[in-house]
Structure formats: C-alpha cells, structure tokens
C-alpha cells in the first residue's frame, strides 16, 4: 500500500494525537500512524492520571509552556463537553533547601503563580494522610492537579478524525527516510510519501534513529493502585496530587480520580530500571512491592495493606532531561518531539500546538530554544 499526504505523524501516544488535533484545525492533509492501537498502555500515555501543575520546578522557561497547555485543556473540555482533569491542588515536599521546593519557588515566583508555603503541621493538618517529618515544607499550588491521559489522546484523536485526519492503527513504522522530495515513511505492506513527517514515537524515538541513542534512555517506571480504607482521605477535594523528595527515595501519587473504584495512585519516581519498549518486564516483583510499602509506612501509612494492582509504564530521558522539540538538526522535512524524561505529558497540549506550527509555518511563537534537537552531537553528526 502506498499513500501520499502533506504530512505524516509518526506515533499517536499523547505527543502524536495532540498534533494530529492541531493540524486538524487548520486544514492540511495529514495521516497519523500508530504502531498499537489508540490509547495502549505499551508507552508512555497511560495509567488513568498525569499531574499536570504550572510551577514547574525543573527550570523557570517551562512555566509558559504549561500555563498554555491549561489553556488547551479548557478548550479540549470546553469542546467536547466532558471533564479531562480534576485541579486538586498539589504539593511539591521536602527540606527547605530541596529541588522540588525551591524549584518551584523560583518558578512562581518569576512567572507570578499563586502558592503557598506550608510548615509541616500546616500539610499534616489539611491533608491528614500524610505523615510528613518535622522538618519538611512544602509548596502548594492550587491550580495544580491531574489531567486523564487516556481520555485526552482519544478525544483528540476523535476530534481529528472528524476533520480528515486519517488514522492508521497497527502500523508499525520501520524507516523514517528524508530525500530531495519530502520524506518516505516505510512499514511493513506500507509506504508513506509526504512533504514533511513528525516524529512522536516516544521510547522507540532512538528506533527510528539510531543516532540518538547515546543521548536517551529508555527507562521502566512502575504505577501502583490502592484501595484506601478510608476513601475520604483521598477524595480530591481533601487530596492532592503530590510530589515529595525524601532524600533516599521520590515518592509521588493522586487522589482518587475514579469515584467507581477509588483507587489511590502511587510511586516512586526513583524506582527505575532501563529497558528496551520491545521486551519490557511487565512482571511486578516482590522486591518493587516491598520498596513502595516501606515508603508508604513511613509516610501514607493509611495506603498499606490496602495494595491493588501494578502496570510499567515507560519513560524516555534525554541526558540533561529536557524536551526534545525541533527539526532534526540534519533533514529540515523531519520534526522531532521526545525525550520527555517523565515531564513529559502535562506539556502535551502545547507541543502538539507547536509542532503544528512548526510544520505549517516554519517558526513558533513559543521559546523552544532549550528543546533543540541540535544540541544532540550525535544527531549533528548523522
């Protein structure tokens, strides 16, 4: 099979469907590929919640990025009717002088967010599940909250199909080839011509090129489900979402964002282990389940005993953990967007928005300096 388009999508994870929606507005032939089927949980767009806050406390430049990505998300709601996130509120925990609280400080304070510093009996006191130790603080965001990942990808993927966007389920890509012409995008039984091609392919990104390999790395992460005993603690309207720097371990979690099950979502975010997305151990072991208890005795003990279930999910990191947003710094008809390093999906909304514009217009009104593709040797040398 051969087909011809202006543009073509390369991965359809939260990346991919946040840009097919945004071409779709904007009239221009464009096929999506997708090598699974929309909203899998083979990736790194799943796993019922995402946190999404706008304090982000990795580097003052995102704040922008993320303050439109809300702005995006009330549209996609306000579009199709439906709630895509709950805003609980967040708390970025630790010591006074720890990444997490600082970070954030900076950021809000720059960028002119709202927040609150809280003392340890203040978090005690308005969320009682938390044990936090004496000397912690805390830096609490109200608009902060948790978006549903698996919702949003179908929505946008729904929305863009309906304005002719075609969308190729079970497609798995092989080769993304640049020539004089555009661009060839080869499958088994398929082949793709077109003038430009975006490349959102998530943990198979060094795939499809090789010359990246060195720069990322591929990593398994776990989510775990609990079923509290005592739900209220964890409803969002007295939860919020959370991310707490324990010096030896990072723990992070939600409330409970499905009023059915009320299920409480928790991990730890330094819990890793690297992995290719082709033959991921999707097998929980004892030893992972024993490290998140210990966690969680020492500091939601009202979660322990109460276990549910586990799922991997996987992050791609780049090596200064930052955004890959850009051309391929050699084939100007190639756009790339990954390496998202476990921020990735709350800036969904907008590097969709982006690599639209990128493709249509040459430029983008959004500072994307940092993200550059460019900056990876290797990929200067392909």
């Known amino acids: 099979m051969r087909i011809s388009s202006e543009i073509v999508v390369v991965g359809l994870g939260a990346m991919g469907a946040a840009t097919a929606y945004q071409l779709s507005k904007r009239n221009v032939r464009v096929i999506g590929l997708e090598q699974f089927k929309i909203g899998h ?23 922008p990025l993320s303050l439109r990505s809300y702005q995006l998300l009330d549209e996609l709601e306000t579009r199709t009717g439906r709630r895509h996130s709950v805003r609980c509120g967040g708390l970025m925990i630790g010591l006074p002088g720890s990444a997490p609280v600082t970070g954030s400080v900076e950021t ?8 609150e510093l809280l003392e340890s009996r203040d978090i005690r006191r308005r969320f009682p599940a938390l044990n936090v130790a004496d000397d912690h603080v805390a830096f609490f965001e109200a608009k902060a909250g948790a978006v549903f990942p698996e919702m949003m990808v179908q929505s946008w993927i729904r929305i863009a199909k309906a304005a002719g966007v075609e969308v190729c389920e079970s497609h798995c890509v092989m080769a993304v080839e640049p020539h004089a012409g555009g661009v060839r995008v ?16 998530g943990p198979w990104l ?16 776990v989510q775990h489900w609990f079923k509290p005993k005592r739900p209220a603690l964890f409803h969002p309207s007295a939860f919020p979402i959370f991310y707490w720097d324990r010096g030896a371990y ?20 330094n819990d890793r282990r690297a992995c290719r997305p082709d033959s991921v151990d999707r097998e929980i072991t004892t030893e992972e389940l024993i490290r998140l208890d210990v966690a969680l005795g020492a500091d939601i003990p009202a979660l322990q005993g109460s276990y549910v279930r586990s799922e991997p999910c996987l992050w791609t990191v780049s090596q200064d953990r930052n955004l890959i947003v850009g051309r391929h710094p050699d084939h100007e008809q190639i756009i790339i967007a990954g390496g998202c390093s476990g921020r990735g999906f709350k800036f969904a909304p907008v590097v969709g928005e982006i690599l639209a514009q990128l493709a249509l217009t040459g430029s983008t009104q959004h500072d994307v300096t940092r993200f550059s593709p460019g900056r990876i040797p290797t990929a200067r040398r392909s």
Do not use: N, W
């Not at 088994?188 to 011509?193: A, L, M, Q």
């Not at 499809?208 to 060195?214: A, D, I, N, T, V």
């Not at 990072?250 to 975010?269: E, I, N, R, T, W």
């Open 41 to 63: 949980s083979r990736g790194s767009s799943h796993g019922e919640s995402r946190i999404v806050r706008q304090a982000c406390y990795e580097h003052p430049s995102y704040a």
């Open 250 to 269: 990072q723990l992070y979690g939600f409330p409970s964002v499905d009023p059915a099950h009320q299920f409480v979502k928790v991990g730890l975010d």
């Open 186 to 201: 080869r499958g088994e039984g398929f082949v793709v011509d077109a003038d430009q091609a975006i490349v959102t392919a």
């Open 206 to 221: 060094d795939t499809l090129f090789p010359e990246m390999r060195s720069y990322l790395s591929i990593e398994r992460i």
């Open 108 to 115: 809000a304070r720059i960028h002119k967010l709202s927040y």
